[in-house]
């Protein structure tokens, strides 16, 4: 939805941003289990990066549907 | 592959770490999005009041998130996590009994006379209380403190750039400088609002990760504690409170008389309640509920900054191999402890992940930078050349002098990166900086909004004699540094300490020079007072609103929540 003053509301972008992130972020986790990197981060087993990037995920997209711009 | 990545990889030098080609994305899309951001903008700024004042239609949440990450600059993230390295829990303060008070306090008291006043700026409140010789000499301390503040931001951001990512550190100052210099020249206040809540998701979300992580690979809080006092013994890097009874038994050499009145009263206020990066955001609100709300959420916030700065700080004192030291030190393959927090990105973070947490980063950066060069675009419009150079222009015109500044500001605190490198302690200048201009600024402000009876007179001298006197202390302990011990009484005191000492004794010397002078000066007429003073001020009333609505229940809320965190640390 626009805002009150005519233009798209901060938590739009937010939206756009993070669920960029989190398909990014996630896609990166899920290569990184069916490819191992030679020198694995500490904590490597945990996969960080698919929950984390699937954290990020459902967060983007509850404010990119909830903020999505509406026809006035 | 673009222009701008060749240009990016012929710039490094050297790197701590490797970005893989999915962190470049992250971080390229966030510089995407920010300068998207002010395009964007740039058609709902054609006024003054747009773009210097966000067109005061900002809602609470959105003021108060932009006011607390306003303040997650450089210092908050990269020197606040060293600190705690260096200080272990005690950097907390800074956060706890260092801002909280102080941000409830603006929220309860202050903001109805800043907000009904109308000012533009704190330097704006002071001409309309005290005059136009007061407002000049705040003006021009806040644009000379705020363009070095922006220096320091400005050199932090390209240190991390160099020791995480190898760039070169006059490249990195160029790009990040110029970045936001083109989305707040663009979009103005709105414009730095916007970003500042846009980063305010990536620091959090970039940054939490490494905590929770840590906390796992520590076993927990116990785990950590358990951990630390194992490799660092004799010493106690978790207790908040209980070392405080003297100044040798804790790693800071402060004594808690110097944290709750220094920092606690006087730094913490001075900076929360009068500095203009911060209190600018507040009073972008659309209404005055909402900018007493946004400093209560501001503070709910804040009171959880620890956790993403400080702990990561302390985790790296229980898992980290090796032995971090000072910045002077650190030659020879050694790592400074304002290298913590990469360090702990790059322990636990993988591709993405580590382009996100490198994201938080530079995020806080700019948004620290930002917020400098917003404020300073403010207070060299309104402030200095409207008031002391071109008095009588149209409102477009001081829009365009405000755009201008924006790459002026820019520019001079370019200047001032190069300086900032000569420093060897990045968090020590900054704490001298407020000690010097912020803490007597406090004091005259508060005694202006409070007590009726200060003279025009007694402000300016109070301000004048207050600054004055605080950088006449800082030259006595840099020419002699056995005094020492009578600035911060105590010989074995830290730079920090010595600090807080002093803004402690510029409040005092304000205030007391403010009230005798005042007294033997004639007041202003009770009718030049209206709705800048306590006693000469209709406050809106909230009776009306349901228990959950008003800004002070809120408030009570936070104070506890703060309490029941000191004592759970104590």
């Known amino acids: 939805m626009h805002g009150e ?4 509301s901060i938590w739009f972008f937010i939206g756009v941003l993070l669920t960029l992130y989190g398909v990014i972020i996630l896609a990166a986790g899920l290569y990184e289990v069916s490819s191992p990197p030679a020198h694995p981060v500490v904590l490597f087993r945990l996969h960080a990066s698919i929950w984390w990037g699937a954290l990020l995920l459902v967060i983007g997209l509850f404010y990119f549907i909830r903020f999505y711009p509406k026809k006035p | ?35 998207g951001i002010g395009f964007y903008l740039k058609r709902f700024t054609k006024t003054g009041e747009d773009f210097f004042l966000a067109g005061r239609d900002m809602t609470a949440w ?53 907000y009904i006043s109308r000012t533009h700026s704190v330097p704006g409140y002071l001409k309309l209380r005290f005059g ?10 806040f644009g000379f403190m705020t363009v070095l503040m922006s220096g320091i931001n400005m050199y932090s951001m390209a240190l991390v750039m160099k020791i995480i990512l190898g760039w070169d550190i006059h490249f990195s100052i160029w790009v990040s400088s110029l970045t936001v210099a083109a989305y707040v020249f663009l979009g103005g206040l709105l414009s730095a609002i916007f ?37 660092w013994p004799g010493q106690d890097y978790t207790h908040l409170w209980s070392d405080l009874g003297s100044f040798s038994s804790n790693p800071m050499g402060i004594h808690w008389t110097g944290i709750v009145l220094g920092l606690g009263f006087v730094i913490s206020f001075g900076y929360w309640t009068t500095d203009f990066l911060v209190v600018q955001r507040v009073l972008s609100a659309k209404d005055l509920r909402s900018a007493k709300m946004a400093p209560v959420i501001g503070a709910a916030f804040k009171m959880a900054v620890p956790f993403i700065v400080i702990l990561p700080g302390l985790l790296a004192l229980a898992v980290l191999p090796e032995k971090l030291v000072g910045s002077p030190e650190a030659v020879h393959g050694l790592h400074s402890y304002n290298e913590v927090l990469p360090l702990m990105l790059a322990r636990y973070c993988g591709p993405g992940l580590l382009g ?74 900054v704490q001298a900086l407020f000690s010097f201009f912020i803490a007597p600024l406090f004091g005259t402000v508060i005694l202006g909004m409070l007590w009726k009876r200060a003279t025009p007179a007694g402000g300016f001298w109070g301000l004048l004699v207050g600054t004055i006197s605080s ?19 105590s010989p074995r005191a830290k730079d920090m300490a010595e600090n807080v000492y002093r803004a402690l004794w510029s409040w005092i010397i304000c205030v007391v020079v403010t009230v005798v002078v005042s007294i033997w000066t004639r007041p202003k007429p009770e009718r030049e007072l209206v ?4 006693g000469s001020t209709d406050i809106p009333s909230e009776g009306h609103l349901a228990l959950y609505q008003r800004p002070i229940f809120w408030a009570a809320v936070v104070c506890l929540v703060f309490v029941i965190l000191n004592i759970i640390f104590w």
């Open chain 1, 5 to 8: 003053y005519g233009r798209l």
């Open chain 2, 1 to 35: 592959m673009s222009p701008v990545f060749h240009v990016l990889l012929f710039a490094t030098t050297e790197r701590l770490l490797s970005l893989s080609p999915v962190d470049l994305v992250v971080i390229a899309l966030y510089f995407i999005m920010v300068l």
């Open chain 2, 62 to 114: 959105i003021a108060g998130l932009s006011f607390v990450s306003a303040n997650l600059g450089a210092l908050e993230l990269m020197g606040w996590a060293g600190s705690a390295y260096q200080y272990g829990i005690l950097a907390t303060h800074w956060y706890w009994i260092g801002a909280i008070p102080a941000m409830l306090f603006l929220a309860v008291v202050m903001m109805p006379f800043y």
């Open chain 2, 132 to 141: 136009e010789s007061s407002r000049a000499l705040s003006a021009i301390t």
């Open chain 2, 195 to 231: 970003n500042e809540v846009l980063q305010f998701f990536l620091i959090w979300l970039g940054a939490l990760v490494v905590s929770i992580l840590g906390l796992v690979e520590a076993g927990g809080w116990h785990g950590m504690v358990h951990r630390i006092a194992e490799r």
């Open chain 2, 356 to 429: 996100l947490g490198i994201t938080a980063l530079i995020a806080g950066f700019m948004s620290g930078m930002a917020g400098n060069v917003s404020a300073f675009a403010t207070v060299w419009t309104y402030d200095i050349y409207r008031a002391l150079i071109r008095k009588e222009a149209s409102d477009l015109h001081y829009l365009s002098v405000g755009r201008w500044c924006t790459l002026l500001g820019v520019l001079v605190s370019i200047g001032t990166a190069y300086l900032v490198m000569q420093f060897a302690s990045i968090m020590d200048y």
């Open chain 2, 471 to 489: 950088i006449g202390m800082w030259l006595w302990v840099y020419l002699d540094h056995s005094a020492l011990r009578y600035v911060a009484l």
């Open chain 2, 531 to 534: 709705n800048l003073v306590y």
